[in-house]
């Protein structure tokens, strides 16, 4: 096994959860679900596909004034509010902020079929915006002056990233560029695709993020799998479940790294040269399998989906179905807990928060549908120092979950970024309100 980081911290994480669920006196606090680091102190359970369980949260209005909470020391506003799925934030060269509103488009046999469950409407879906704004604070207040529309006429953008004079999106079909130069407000000039993606598939994994090489000579590209554990045939995962790499023409496309369920938030880690990526895992083995997780990401690497989960352990829906795979798992890095839909990943590379928070990494977990208790619905905090994790994960942006007995909640957030004014800005896609966290 890879990792043998803070076992006691890991175990006194399990207990501390232990008492969290024993104590529902609050109805309104958030569920605590942490997992820890050590592979060999998680302790999970037996897998059991007979218990999963389903629990949609419903999205109810924020209350007049009330905010999500940061630790003390940091004040929480709203930047920006009023569009339609916010789901991931970009800072431009110039430190324009770009957000791409997109969300989840399914069939409408699938909609019949979400609103007999009981889904509410931030899991039907709908028509996606297909849209890029773009903001700017001008008088570098933390309040945007200027709000424009960047970019239309797209198919569920979420990465976006810049090199030089062009600026890339990927839709959920293909990567796509743009001639731009900096402090462009609008894209008018037409753009050119340059990778076909594969699209589709189980829990609508369509988002295609993107990250840039230190050296600006590689694009890295996330493509989420196209079913839960492989079950329409892994000749439709062709291509997915992995991060591509390719050229900035979109040539010498490459599998960068495999086995990655649906991996979505993407980032260097600081003073390393390594990638990391937070990874969304499967369904339907009961609450607490299987932990997402936020890894560094190895060349050539195979994480194991979907014959495996968080090291050697075998799904048992694919049992002896591929021994060799099984065997050449690697163990993720830091476990976030299960069924958190851990989607967002951003590096803290400013000098504006406390010391602790510096190169350590936030995650965006939009929340549960298969768990009894609701988990995640919250952003959280992982301390690293020289680019290597020192300790779980800890809560640091809650209060998105207004009622945890009723399933209410009332926000979800997704992407993440630090602004280049050291502020935090986390996008709440369900509530339309990307939210700024800035040290007082």
């Known amino acids: ?43 999970l359970p037996a897998p059991d596909t007979t218990a999963s369980k ?23 506003t709203r930047f920006a509010d009023g569009m339609k799925s916010p789901r991931n934030i970009v800072i431009a060269p110039n430190g324009d902020i770009l957000v791409a509103l997109s969300n989840s488009e399914r069939s409408t046999k699938e909609k019949i079929a979400n609103a007999i469950s009981g889904k509410s409407k931030s899991e ?15 008088n570098k207040d933390g309040k945007p002056e200027l709000m424009e529309t960047f970019l239309t006429g797209l198919n569920q953008p979420y990465g976006m990233a810049f090199i030089g004079n062009t600026f890339y999106v990927a839709n959920t079909d293909g990567l796509w560029m743009f001639p731009y130069k900096s402090g462009d407000t609008k894209i008018t000039a037409a753009g050119k695709k340059i990778v076909s993606l594969p699209a589709g598939g189980y829990n609508n994994h369509w988002t295609r993020n993107l ?10 590209i996330s493509v989420g799998s196209g079913s839960n554990v492989g079950e329409n045939g892994m000749e439709h995962e062709v291509r997915r479940a992995a991060i591509l790499e390719v050229n900035p023409d979109g040539t010498g496309e490459k599998i960068y790294a495999s086995g990655l369920r649906n991996p979505v938030g993407m980032d260097w880690a600081p003073s390393t040269n390594m990638l990391w990526t937070a990874v969304n895992e499967r369904d339907g083995l009961g609450d607490d399998l299987v932990p997402d997780y936020i890894t560094s990401v190895k060349p050539g690497g195979f994480y194991g989906w979907p014959y495996a989960y968080f090291g050697q352990h075998e799904d048992p829906r694919l049992k002896n179905a591929n021994l060799e795979a099984v065997k050449k798992t690697i163990v993720p890095d830091v476990a976030v807990g299960s069924h958190t839909a851990s989607l967002g990943l951003a590096f803290y590379t400013a000098a504006k928060f406390p010391v602790k928070y510096q190169g350590g990494a936030f995650i965006g977990q939009h929340g549960s549908w298969n768990r009894s208790v609701l988990a995640g619905y919250k952003v959280g905090f992982v301390p690293f120092k020289d680019g290597k ?15 945890a007995d009723k399933s209410e909640v009332y926000g979800r957030p997704v992407g993440v970024a630090v602004a280049n004014d050291g502020a935090l800005l986390v996008a709440d896609d369900v509530s339309g309100i990307i939210w700024r966290v800035a040290a007082k």
């Open 1 to 43: 096994m890879k990792i043998k980081y803070l076992t006691l911290i890991a175990l006194s994480a399990f207990v501390f959860e232990a008492c969290n669920s024993a104590n529902k006196s609050d109805k309104t606090a958030d569920t605590v679900h942490n997992a820890t680091t050590d592979v060999d102190s998680l302790n």
């Open 211 to 220: 990250l840039v090489s230190k050296a600006k000579d590689k694009i890295y």
């Open 389 to 403: 994790p020192t300790a779980p994960m800890q809560d640091f942006l809650t209060g998105f979950i207004a009622n």
């Open 124 to 138: 039907v879906g709908g028509k996606s915006v297909n849209t890029i704004m773009l903001f700017r604070d001008a």
């Open 54 to 76: 389903t629990n949609f949260s419903k999205v109810v209005d924020w209350p007049t004034g009330k905010m999500p909470m940061a630790p003390e020391g940091f004040v929480v």
